[in-house]
Nanobody, 126 residues
Framework: QVQLVESGGGLVQAGGSLRLSCAAS????????MGWFRQAPGKEREFVAA????????FSADSVKGRFTISRDNAKNTVYLQMNNLKPEDTAVYYC???????????????????WGQGTQVTVSS
């Protein structure tokens, strides 16, 4: 079992920055791919960014490429999402997700992940 707790969300003006954290407990996430997804009101949960356990590769959605950066600190069992140049359309609840140990799924797909956090609200004002 893995418990994930997101933090760092809040209200920010357009052009501002936030850093989300996802602290994991229960087992190490060193061998898990980790992802960030978001869900805006009335919309489906969508992929934002992910980091693989295999080659520490990172992936991001086209809508956030060049603005958001995912990273991990295995010693702290924590994953981060640095969000720069935020836009009003980035407003959503952001969820952290963990895949199974040594998983081989597509990091962009929700079904790859079997543990989810409760989410943290990010609101970007124009």
């Amino acid at each position: 079992q893995v418990q994930l707790v997101e933090s760092g969300g809040g209200l920010v003006q357009a052009g501002g920055s936030l850093r989300l954290s996802c602290a994991a407990s229960g087992r190490t996430i060193r061998t898990s791919s980790m992802g960030w997804f978001r869900q805006a009101p009335g919309k489906e949960r969508e992929f934002v960014a992910a980091i693989s356990w295999r080659a520490v590769s990172t992936f991001s959605a086209d809508s956030v490429k060049g603005r958001f950066t995912i990273s991990r600190d295995n010693a702290k069992n924590t994953v981060y999402l640095q969000m720069n140049n935020l836009k009003p359309e980035d407003t959503a609840v952001y969820y952290c997700a963990a895949g199974p140990p040594y998983g081989l799924g597509n990091e962009r797909l929700r079904d790859t992940y079997n543990y989810w956090g409760q989410g943290t609200q990010v609101t970007v004002s124009s």
